[in-house]
């Protein structure tokens, strides 16, 4: 049995110039994660005892739980000192860090504290997303510049599922590992070494009520998907949770794909860049498949603003290939329209 920290630290003696600061975010995360944890597995007794999102007992509005998660997070990355500044979806400006820390401290958590948050009311798995940057320079506070003109560099990518069970997984470009949370000792405890998705599925995750507002070449993916084939394993089969950490997880365990693409609506998609789709792409990358916006790997995107957005297309090489393919012959017009300049 090995623990999250004893991995963190086994990890930090492989990279001999390492000072132990990275392993201490590392675990301030996994504190934050078990926080916030807690108050997700007690959210359906919110009507009852007057938890998170409902009247309290003394009749005071509570904040939504994913704002709680966000607070439990800046609040355990403050503590912790490793970390200048955070981005996070539920925060419209960079959460600069002031004194020593914000001078000093080498790295910067991108978050999105609770996505998929509205399916809790629902018991469905939700998941806290995060990308950690090094900071080239310190010695002086965070600025937007700093982090919109290549101040930083992507060094951690991972997520944390509250589902049946709690796991973190996460990626530091030495491939990926899950720990599964023990909360009967309150221990993140190394259950999937090496994970590692591969190249071929039969999943794939998509919102079809969208369909038709989808680039054509989304549109012969899908169908693509449920040809009958049996040479090819198809039809594949359709598994969509509303919630990306969850889908992302099964298919990295799987198999699969996962696209949610941009439309004529919203060409640039729903999901954010720096928070949620560069950390499942490192995630991805790191297992061995692919992830791109259709076109140009979630990875080369510029970030020109923290909160910008992308299509996403994630999971097994071969799938995430095929519809890129596709992509390539049916929807140049949509790419030259919307994305080309991006
Ligand atoms: P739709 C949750 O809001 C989320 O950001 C992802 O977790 C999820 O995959 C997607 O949006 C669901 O969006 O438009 O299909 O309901």
Redesign the pocket.
Known sequence: MKTLVEFIWEQQEKYGNATGEFSRLMNDMGIAGKIVNRDVNRAGLAEILGYEGTVNVQGESQKKLDVIANNEFIKALRNGRQCAAIISEENEDVVIFDGNIGMNAKYIVAL?PL?????IEVNVP??TIFAIYKRKETGKLVTLDEILNGGIDLVCGGYIIYGSSTMMVYTTGDGVNGFTYDPTCGIFILSHENMKISDLGNIY???E??YLYFPEGVKHYIKYCQEDDPGTNRPYTTR????????FHRNLLRGGI?I?PGTKKNPQG???LMY?CIPVAFLAEQAGGKASDGFKRILDIPIKEIHQRTPLFIGSRIMVEKAEALMAEYSQDFYETFMKDK
């Open positions: 999105d996505d998929g948050s509205s399916n939700i998941g995750s998509i919102n009520a969208n969509y949770i509303g919630s990306l950490i969850s889908d996962y949610y729903k999901l954010r949620e």
